[in-house]
């Protein structure tokens, strides 16, 4: 089995650093990159009991095949250990998971022509995690990227209420709606929200390992012809 746990040596953001030369992120186009994030996804989410048990063992809805949509998977060392759906809703292309949900406070911050990063589906290995406890921070590093190259103003996320602390001591993310039942899931999911360009200087001073550059942001955000050419 290939060594996958961190040195011993540095600090936090050292590792975690360390991990980020070592992991790849990816784009899932094919059917065989998607079934393998589906089948992961439905490990994690029957893990917590978030889900009820399927024939497939697999968990997808139609938001995956949605036009502003991106589904990455994140390799370590070969192995698929994480997985996030990136939905970039804007006035004309309004079309994420949270609306459903919140359209009482979505609606009204599209209609004013902002930009909304939202993800959802945030799974990971969990031996995976155990070993490598930064990888939960990488991957929602691709939320920063998305928010930076689209200059989002908002980073939403639509969570359970156990996991609020987590979001706003790590990016100070702010409640901006209690817990509501949500489709697919059991258990409610509260709402919340930051300013990316309020917060972004201080996260990046803090844990440098979220920056990224422009030409990285593009090749995994930019669904042109140039860029896919570029990227192979």
Known sequence: ????????????????????????????D??????A????????????????PNFTKSFADDYDDAENCWLFGLDVEGKLSSSIRIHVATAEQPVCPSLSTFPDIIEP???????I??????????????????????????CWMAAEYFEAEHFMVAIRDEH???????????LICPARPYPMLKDP???MTLDHNEVAD?????YPFFRSNHFERRMLFDRSSSARNIAA
């Open 109 to 115: 911050e599209l209609e004013q022509g902002k930009v």
């Open 1 to 28: 089995m290939v060594a996958l746990a961190y040195s011993n040596n540095g600090s936090f953001v050292d590792r975690v650093t360390e991990l980020l030369n070592r992991l790849d992120y990816r784009v899932a």
């Open 30 to 35: 094919s059917d065989v990159e998607r079934q």
């Open 202 to 206: 201080r996260l990046y001073r803090r």
């Open 164 to 174: 609020k602390a987590f979001y706003k001591r790590t990016f100070d993310h702010r």
């Open 37 to 52: 994030i589906f089948r992961l996804r439905y490990e994690a989410y029957r893990r917590e009991k978030a889900i009820r």
């Open 117 to 142: 990063i939202d993800p959802t589906r945030f799974v990971t290995d969990s031996t995976m995690t155990r070993l490598l406890p930064g990888l939960p921070y990488l991957t929602l590093r691709l």
């Open 189 to 191: 999911i509260c709402l």
